[in-house]
């Protein structure tokens, strides 16, 4: 039988979470309003985040670690509770938050950065038990964080393009190269880096990359400068350098020239984490469309009253519709079929990114002026919406997966 119910227990924990909200993190975000709410404040001179943001998401992350929020979704060996609160968890409570919340800073720092870039993340299976021991806590209480190294100057979509090499030096490795666009950067004490060990390998598409964590020591491994997208007046984005960092052998994360399969293991659960963003914003955009639509007036009357502006209200609720049932049904594959879904997994991904772009667009069409105001956010959430269609694999290769796999006879809606 299919239930399409919210189970209670996810009930309960989406009602812990808005609990914690209003119990540890409203207090923080009246405390440092004036940076929260001002660009000009959030980041600094370089575009770097202002140091009393740095401040506020560090409370934020350790309270969340504290009430047990932060490795909810972490991988069960190294101590987080994924197994509990697999895709379909992650899909519903993501949901929520961003439904009632839209898009919040504060909020968003509850949950380690795409669920793999940071945190206990997939990408660390595999670790030298020694430096498990020694980091492995640390991630766990929110003390230290980590970012997601893959991505180069010439190697985004064709990660065999990289560069960036790692060579054995007695019971040590030497990495050299750049990494490019790399979230939370600035901020993490270690890169999961990803680098060339055996270039044949890497020729022949067969392997070849392997994935080493590198302490950012500030001078041979260290982000240079932060990359302001999207209007913004600084991001979290940044470029890494890396010259000559001599990590020892325990800092290998699993196989030697099997790190390519690492990398995409992760990205699998962040493509869900992205897809119920879509969902929670685009329903928050959708509830702001529809009271203003009951309440501002035009030729005598309140704007829902207009065909044309209904017709758009009943676009956004199609495609968001759309849009969450497939999420639920990807989710639902993940945790019950064996083979991971790759064909879903990258549907989801294109469709939802898409989705809130029309979405938003139309909600601040709805606002007329007024959406257009920083008042209303919803530019903001537009722009950010506008950013998703890129990382974690661009729309045209979530399409030529989907057309691979269709080619290769998946032709299943089931
Ligand atoms: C906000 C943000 C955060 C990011 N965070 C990280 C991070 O933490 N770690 C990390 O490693 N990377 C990160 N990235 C990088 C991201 O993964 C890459 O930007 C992405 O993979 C695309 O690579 P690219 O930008 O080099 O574009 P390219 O690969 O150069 O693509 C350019 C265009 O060509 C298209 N294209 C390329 N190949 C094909 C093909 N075979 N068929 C059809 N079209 C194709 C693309 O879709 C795109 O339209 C982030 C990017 C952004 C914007």
Request: aromatic share 8%.
């Given at each position: 039988?299919?239930?399409?119910?919210?189970?209670?227990?996810m009930?309960?924990?989406?009602?812990?979470?808005?609990?914690?909200?209003?119990v540890?993190?409203?207090?923080?975000?009246?405390?440092?309003?004036?940076?929260?709410?001002?660009?000009?404040?959030?980041?600094?001179?370089n575009?770097?985040?202002?140091?009393?943001?740095?401040?506020?998401?560090?409370?934020?992350?350790?309270?969340?670690?504290?009430?047990?929020?932060?490795?909810?979704?972490?991988?069960?060996?190294?101590?987080?509770?994924?197994?509990?609160?697999?895709?379909?968890?992650?899909?519903?409570?993501?949901?929520?938050?961003?439904?009632?919340?839209?898009?919040?800073p504060?909020?968003?720092?509850?949950f380690?950065?795409?669920?793999?870039?940071?945190?206990?993340?997939?990408?660390?299976?595999?670790?030298?038990?020694?430096?498990k021991?020694?980091?492995v806590?640390?991630?766990s209480?929110?003390?230290?964080?980590?970012?997601?190294?893959?991505?180069?100057?010439?190697?985004?979509?064709?990660?065999w393009?990289?560069?960036?090499?790692?060579?054995?030096?007695?019971?040590?490795?030497?990495?050299?190269?750049?990494?490019?666009?790399?979230?939370?950067?600035?901020?993490?004490?270690?890169g999961?880096?990803?680098?060339?060990?055996?270039?044949?390998?890497?020729?022949?598409?067969?392997?070849?990359i392997?994935?080493?964590?590198?302490?950012?020591?500030?001078?041979?491994?260290?982000?240079?400068?932060?990359?302001p997208?999207?209007?913004?007046?600084?991001?979290?984005?940044?470029?890494?350098?890396i010259?000559?960092?001599?990590?020892?052998?325990?800092?290998?994360?699993?196989?030697?020239?099997?790190?390519?399969?690492?990398?995409?293991?992760?990205?699998?659960?962040?493509?869900?984490?992205?897809?119920?963003?879509c969902?929670?914003?685009?329903?928050?955009?959708?509830?702001?469309?529809?009271?203003y639509?009951?309440?501002?007036?035009?030729?005598?009357?309140?704007?829902?009253?207009?065909?044309?502006?209904?017709?758009?209200?009943?676009?956004?609720?199609?495609?968001?519709?759309?849009?969450?049932?497939?999420?639920?049904?990807?989710?639902?594959?993940?945790?019950?079929?064996?083979?991971?879904?790759?064909?879903?997994?990258?549907?989801?991904?294109?469709?939802?990114?898409?989705?809130?772009?029309?979405?938003?667009?139309?909600?601040?069409?709805?606002?007329?002026?007024?959406?257009?105001?920083?008042?209303?956010?919803?530019?903001?959430?537009?722009?950010?919406?506008?950013?998703?269609?890129?990382?974690?694999?661009?729309?045209e290769?979530?399409?030529?997966?989907?057309?691979?796999?269709?080619?290769?006879?998946?032709?299943?809606?089931?």
């Amino acid at each position: 039988m299919i239930s399409f119910q919210t189970p209670e227990e996810m009930k309960e924990v989406i009602a812990a979470l808005y609990r914690f909200i209003e119990v540890e993190v409203e207090p923080l975000r009246k405390k440092y309003q004036k940076e929260l709410e001002n660009e000009r404040y959030f980041y600094d001179e370089n575009g770097l985040y202002a140091e009393r943001i740095q401040e506020a998401f560090k409370q934020v992350r350790l309270k969340s670690a504290k009430a047990g929020f932060y490795t909810m979704f972490g991988v069960p060996e190294l101590g987080g509770s994924g197994d509990k609160f697999g895709p379909i968890a992650v899909a519903l409570i993501y949901e929520a938050i961003l439904k009632k919340y839209g898009l919040d800073p504060l909020v968003m720092e509850i949950f380690p950065a795409g669920l793999f870039t940071d945190g206990l993340t997939p990408a660390l299976l595999g670790m030298h038990p020694e430096t498990k021991d020694e980091l492995v806590p640390r991630i766990s209480k929110g003390e230290i964080t980590l970012c997601f190294g893959l991505s180069e100057p010439d190697a985004g979509s064709d990660v065999w393009a990289m560069k960036t090499k790692a060579v054995k030096d007695g019971d040590h490795w030497i990495i050299n190269g750049t990494k490019q666009w790399i979230t939370n950067a600035h901020y993490a004490q270690y890169g999961i880096i990803f680098a060339v060990t055996d270039p044949d390998l890497v020729a022949k598409r067969k392997g070849g990359i392997t994935c080493f964590l590198v302490p950012f020591d500030g001078k041979t491994c260290v982000a240079t400068s932060s990359i302001p997208y999207m209007g913004q007046l600084g991001s979290r984005i940044a470029i890494v350098s890396i010259e000559n960092a001599r990590v020892p052998e325990k800092n290998m994360i699993g196989d030697l020239h099997q790190g390519f399969g690492k990398a995409l293991h992760g990205v699998d659960i962040g493509r869900i984490v992205m897809a119920s963003n879509c969902i929670g914003a685009a329903q928050w955009a959708l509830d702001k469309a529809i009271n203003y639509a009951n309440e501002r007036k035009a030729f005598g009357v309140t704007i829902g009253n207009h065909q044309a502006i209904q017709v758009m209200l009943a676009d956004c609720a199609m495609e968001i519709y759309a849009a969450r049932n497939m999420v639920l049904h990807c989710a639902w594959k993940m945790e019950n079929q064996d083979k991971l879904p790759i064909k879903e997994i990258s549907m989801i991904k294109a469709y939802c990114t898409e989705m809130l772009q029309r979405v938003l667009d139309r909600c601040i069409q709805i606002h007329g002026a007024m959406g257009l105001t920083n008042e209303m956010k919803l530019e903001k959430v537009w722009r950010w919406a506008r950013t998703l269609r890129i990382p974690d694999g661009t729309t045209e290769i979530q399409k030529r997966t989907i057309a691979r796999r269709l080619l290769q006879g998946d032709t299943s809606f089931q």
